[in-house]
């Protein structure tokens, strides 16, 4: 297992940005895919976002495409969500998650601690 420590959340008004961080440490992180999910209050959680183990492949929830973007630095082992055009209902606890090999995988395995994001006037 990985081990996952998420860092960037905070309070943004409507419209505002943030950059949510991942460090992850341990071995073959090369090998794993990177997810971002999110959890709200009464809510299910929800995969927001994906990238490959190579950084080459990306995908999105339906609720963030266009305003979220998903990248990796391997030299710094930090995956990012940059989160732009903030609305009220990207409130959530939002957590790093790791899959060995794909994010097809149905099986993330290692999880960080979550991060805050709240979205208010």
């Known amino acids: 297992q990985l081990q996952l420590v998420e860092s960037g959340g905070g309070l943004v008004q409507p419209g505002g940005s943030l950059r949510l961080s991942c460090a992850a440490s341990g071995t073959l992180l090369d090998s794993y895919a990177f997810g971002w999910f999110r959890q709200a209050p009464g809510k299910e959680r929800e995969r927001v976002s994906c990238?490959?183990?190579?950084?080459?492949?990306?995908n999105y929830a339906d609720s963030v495409k266009g305003r979220f973007t998903i990248s990796r630095d391997s030299a710094k082992n930090m995956v990012y969500l940059q989160m732009n055009s903030l609305k009220p209902e990207d409130t959530a606890i939002y957590y790093c998650a790791a899959a060995w090999a794909m994010c097809s995988s149905p099986y993330f395995s290692s999880w960080g601690q979550g991060t805050q994001v709240t979205v208010s006037s």
């Open positions: 990238i490959s183990k190579n950084g080459g492949s990306t």
